[in-house]
């Protein structure tokens, strides 16, 4: 079984920064993409930043000069680092991974979410 356990999260003021991490865990083969999104009240979730198994990145036009993703493939962990945060940043930010676990197929794997909070 495969699980993905992020933290990190919590109330930052305007132009703080947090670093959130996603750390997975099981019986995994391959780890290819990973990402994250986020879904604040009454919106859909979007994507927020994703990198590849080799290293090359994405990013919301919301994100880009301030959020940066990498990947730590020995610990098979993903970290978004945050900064000069916003009030609009305020989400619930889940981790995505698409890992291909040992004898199942591959597929598409989410976190739980952890909350982050901007406000002053």
């Known amino acids: 079984q495969v699980q993905l356990v992020e933290s990190g999260g919590g109330l930052v003021q305007p132009g703080g920064s947090l670093r959130l991490s996603c750390a997975a865990s099981?019986?995994?083969?391959?780890?290819?993409?990973m990402g994250w999104y986020r879904q604040a009240p009454a919106k859909q979730r979007e994507l927020v930043a994703a990198?590849?198994?080799?290293?090359?990145?994405n990013y919301a036009d919301s994100a880009k000069g301030r959020f940066t993703i990498s990947r730590d493939n020995a610990k098979n962990t993903v970290y978004l680092q945050m900064n000069s945060l916003k009030p609009e940043d305020t989400a619930v930010y889940y981790c995505?991974?698409?890992?291909?676990?040992?004898?199942?197929?591959?597929?598409?794997?989410w976190g739980q979410g952890t909350q982050v909070t901007v406000s002053s």
């Open positions: 995505n991974a698409d890992i291909k676990p040992y004898y199942i197929r591959r597929d598409d794997y």
């Open positions: 099981g019986s995994i083969s391959t780890i290819y993409a």
């Open positions: 990198i590849t198994s080799g290293g090359s990145t």
